[in-house]
């Protein structure tokens, strides 16, 4: 072996920067792979808006165990805004509100893990949060390493309050704060698609919201006069976004809002809003009363074919292929050469539904997908029914409700 001399030592590692001491490394992007599948839970603002305490989550963890969401697939819950005191302690530091949560938000967290789920929580890019807590701007580093310390698995980062900033920035100083604390936790933005986050953000985040707030309705734009803002039913939502399909994919999700399941639609629009949230490969993020879930709820909500859809390793969201008569239909290519089908009853009347699959070949021009009917025979499986319903070479006939659904898995 050729002798290395120290002079040739000392340049090596002069080189290699082992003596830059003063050097700052700067940790860039997101984590990667903690979403590889779109991320499943609970979100506390929906029904409770800041109304949260340490009893609330203790019971909905409990709750999600218990009830077999856990089981399902439901592992993150996540509290929204409202957690904090309205001004940070004399060192900068933010401050889970001592009243609401008496034993700290630490044991909050441990309990939370003691069930097997993961916990998350909530801030805001600008100087305030929507609702007037302590937002992060200046202080996205150590309130990083504050949720790095409490061990929380997920990060609601929203926009209230941004007057000065730009959004790419924002976000991209958060993910690198978070990266920088050490600890994966999922990033969810939530700029509501202002800035068209799925042009930049798949290097800083696992998912983004890409609208405005929902609202428990099947299609109505609900204006709230204060503040001179909407929030959307299901549907105006499913339609603002569907044309963002290509940006979405494993580990980097258009997020189409936490769920209104249970929260006062019938049970046949939630089952809807449910099926198109698992066509669309959105996050499963439920935002109903645990406490009081109906038996319906839960069984919409945990309904196996349709998480499988939902969570399907291709992870692509799908489309709109058609309408008819008022009847929509959605697809959704999954592995294996399967689809999902959703026929949707987008009108107040019930529809009668005559499908030649022979006229309807299907063409996803985003990710090269295709279904020629007249090539292939696809064995049909009614998901919401769990049953075979024949194959693909004659006719779907079948009356659909108004607002209702037939969901069917096409199996080649
Ligand atoms: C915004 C978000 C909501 C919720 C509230 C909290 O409106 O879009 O999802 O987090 O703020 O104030």
């Known amino acids: 072996m050729k002798k290395i001399t120290l002079p040739f030592i000392l340049l090596f590692v002069a080189f290699s920067g082992f003596s830059q001491g003063n050097k700052v490394t700067q940790a860039a992007g997101k984590f990667d792979g903690l979403a590889m599948t779109p991320p499943m839970g609970w979100n506390s603002w929906n029904t409770f808006e800041t109304n949260i305490d340490e009893k609330l989550v203790k019971e909905t963890a409990d709750i999600m165990v218990a009830s077999g969401m856990a089981a399902a697939g439901y592992n993150y819950i996540v509290l929204d805004d409202g957690w904090m005191t309205k001004e940070r302690d004399a060192n900068g530091n933010l401050v889970p509100d001592p009243i609401k949560f008496p034993n700290g938000m630490k044991a909050l967290v441990e309990y939370v893990h003691s069930k097997g789920l993961k916990f998350g929580l909530y801030n805001c890019a600008g100087t305030q949060t929507c609702a007037g807590y302590p937002g992060t701007r200046g202080f996205e580093y150590q309130d990083a390493r504050f949720y790095a310390s409490l061990d929380i698995d997920y990060l609601k980062y929203d926009w209230c309050n941004t007057a000065g900033i730009t959004a790419p920035e924002a976000y991209k100083t958060m993910s690198n704060a978070l990266k920088t604390a050490g600890r994966p936790i999922v990033f969810s933005l939530c700029e509501w698609g202002d800035n068209q986050p799925w042009e930049w953000a798949k290097p800083m985040g696992n998912l983004w919201r890409i609208s405005g707030d929902i609202y428990p309705c099947f299609d109505c734009e609900f204006h709230h006069e204060e503040g001179n803002w909407s929030s959307w039913g299901f549907m105006k939502i499913a339609e603002m976004r569907k044309d963002i399909r290509k940006y979405s994919g494993p580990d980097h999700w258009n997020d189409f809002d936490m769920m209104e399941v249970g929260d006062g639609m019938t049970n046949t629009e939630d089952k809807t809003h449910f099926s198109m949230w698992c066509m669309l490969a959105s996050p499963l993020i439920a935002g109903n009363d645990f406490r009081k879930m109906s038996p319906e709820t839960l069984a919409i909500l945990t309904n196996e074919n349709l ?106």
Not at 354 to 364: E, L, R, S
């Open 307 to 412: 998480i499988a859809v939902n969570q399907d390793k291709l992870g692509i969201q799908g489309f709109k292929l058609t309408v008819e008569d008022g009847v929509e239909v959605w697809v959704k290519p999954l592995s294996d050469g399967a689809w999902a089908i959703t026929f949707l009853n987008r009108t107040e009347l019930p529809k009668k539904v005559n499908f030649d699959w022979k006229k309807n070949p299907i063409k996803d021009a985003d990710f090269g997908f295709e279904a020629d009917f007249n090539k292939t025979i696809f064995k049909i499986k009614d998901l919401w029914k769990n049953k075979d319903a024949g194959t693909t070479k004659k006719n779907l006939t079948a009356d659909i409700a108004s607002h209702d659904v037939i969901t069917l898995k096409l199996i080649p």
